[in-house]
């Protein structure tokens, strides 16, 4: 039986699964390379498809991530905002399909849609809660048999926020936090009071600037503008800060005259941004440490499953890892709407068709991925010469090279669902030079300089590196290394001491872990820094991404496959 997730508003993606094992997770904007692709995910649900060996006849069901029938929000948000919700939700994708299905009344004619261009089928289809999608996207591929689940994003449908109680392959929804209070859209407005630009995802910006400042302004966001009350509950006051206006910089006149003038994008980061942002996240976390022991009181678990965008936010998993009352925390490597594709395909498989769980996601290598003869073909398309080498000869070179201070650009095997690349699309640098972070970001990734890089360790040493055990296949949370190990890492140790680290197995990525090795050999050091590979676009998908890539940009080598590319032969 073949089930089918989809996603369609903003990080469209598209999940394929098979008698409850996931054959292929994607998302649209690595085929259509337009960064949080919004619309129907046609190439995403073709290469599904692909994938399987299947023609949309062979899918038994399929289900959406959304009911757009839940609409009262959004009329309210409209009136508010008309700009805003075009601007969210404008058509940048294809016609036809794409188009129609760019809004809410769209998705109602989906059915018909996909049959239209993808042929004849008789499956069923199914309009499920964005909250429940995030809430299986989590669980059910989770190692836990019972957890409690927590997921908040900016919004979906109207909920913002939801307590879950999973137990074997049912999940119940507990309580609902709805708009205007959302812990997703009180950051957003933040962030976009710093200057950057919540639609682009600059969450991830505000975030790496916490470490910088100090919770100055603690005292009046907790107060004025995300108060926690009783009963494990929160409430955003938007007459102080509004996420709609915030997108037009209209800030009340209590957010200028406490914070200051809102940052211009183009504007030095001053010591008071980087306090705002330390404020800010400060007020997050111990939000989601409140309303975390309500759900704990409520379930009794010792595990928990979390999703949803706000789950991104890789400091706030790394404190309530350490400071809530759960011992075991499973993330979704796609905690954001890519993920409820995924999420909305396991809803279906246990709570519409009734089957047992199975399954365990243990990596996120569940994309396209290209063949030697195929990356060989588009290397010589593009007129650059290659060496192609077997592993026992490129490994070695590779890591040498990487100890010697180069910059490769890494592509391999199946390509990595969610935003983190895990070492199949990465580019590869040497964590022991101090100066490694300020060259990838200034000169090879063109962005901000204090944006942190993350280490990619072999699995078995990661106890040596934070002084305790920790394993996370998916480089979604941060931790402190250990005061010994840190002048030993300068370039993926943040301002704070702290690393959001990947490690890696052999046994789920095993010329990875052998890469990372022979660097060990070489310099004592079992890690790699890695950084996605992209540069200010998507994470490449395709070898023609990652040689246009290589082209335009300065980094010394690329590896696709067994083909070794250096800068001086281009
Ligand atoms: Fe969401």
Known sequence: MYILGLTTLGDSAATLIRDGEVVA?????????????????????????????????????????????????????????????????????????????????????????????????????????????????????????????????????????????????????????????????????????????????????????????????????????????????????????????????????????????????????????????????????????????????????????????????????????????FKRVFIQPAAGDAGCSLGAAYLIHHGICKQPRGFQMEHAYLGPSFDSEACAAALKNAGLEFETLADDEMLPRVARMIADGAIVGWFQGRMEFGPRALGNRSFLADPRRPDMRELLNHKVKLREWFRPLAPSMLEEQSSAIFGKPHIDPFMVTVLSVAEEQRDRIPAVVHVDGTARPQTVSRKTNPRYWQLIREFERITAVPMLLNTSFNIQEPIVCRPEDAIKTFRGASFDALVLENHLVMRSQR
């Not at 809410?104 to 989906?110: C, F, R, T």
């Not at 957003?188 to 916490?210: I, P, R």
């Open 25 to 325: 997770a994607v998302e649209e904007e690595r085929f259509s390379r337009v960064k949080h692709h919004s619309g129907f995910p046609y190439q995403a649900v073709q290469y599904c498809l692909d994938e399987a060996g299947i023609t949309i006849a062979g899918v038994g069901h399929v289900g959406l991530y959304w009911k757009p029938w839940i609409i009262r929000h959004k009329v309210f948000q409209a009136l508010k905002s008309l700009a805003i919700s075009r601007e969210m939700f404008a058509a940048r994708a294809d016609r036809g399909i794409a188009q129609v299905s760019d809004s809410y009344l769209g998705m109602l004619k989906l059915p018909r849609l996909i049959r239209e261009r993808y042929g004849p089928s008789e499956f069923r289809f199914h309009y499920l809660e964005h909250h429940l999608c995030h809430a299986a996207s989590a669980f059910f591929v989770s190692p836990f048999e019972t957890a409690a689940i927590f997921t908040m994003d900016g919004t979906g449908e109207e909920t913002t926020t939801m307590f879950s109680h999973g137990v074997g392959a049912r999940v119940r929804p507990l309580k609902r936090i709805k708009l205007p209070h959302s812990l997703g859209q009180f950051y957003s407005a933040v962030t976009n009071f710093l200057g950057f630009d919540m639609f682009a995802g600059d969450e991830w910006k505000v975030m790496g600037l916490a470490a910088y400042g100090q919770p100055e302004y603690y005292d009046f966001f907790s107060r004025r503008v995300l108060a926690l009350n009783g009963n494990h509950d929160f409430h955003v006051n938007i007459r102080v800060l509004d996420h709609h206006l915030a997108k037009r910089y209209q800030f009340s006149q209590e957010i200028v005259e406490t914070l200051g003038p809102p940052r211009s994008p183009k504007e030095e980061i001053s010591t008071r941004h980087q306090n705002i942002a330390a404020s800010a996240q400060r007020v997050l976390e111990d939000a989601v440490l409140h309303l975390l022991e309500g759900l704990h009181e409520q379930t009794r678990e010792e595990n928990l499953c979390l999703a949803g965008g706000v789950a991104f936010n890789s400091v706030m998993n790394g404190r309530l890892i350490e400071e809530s009352p």
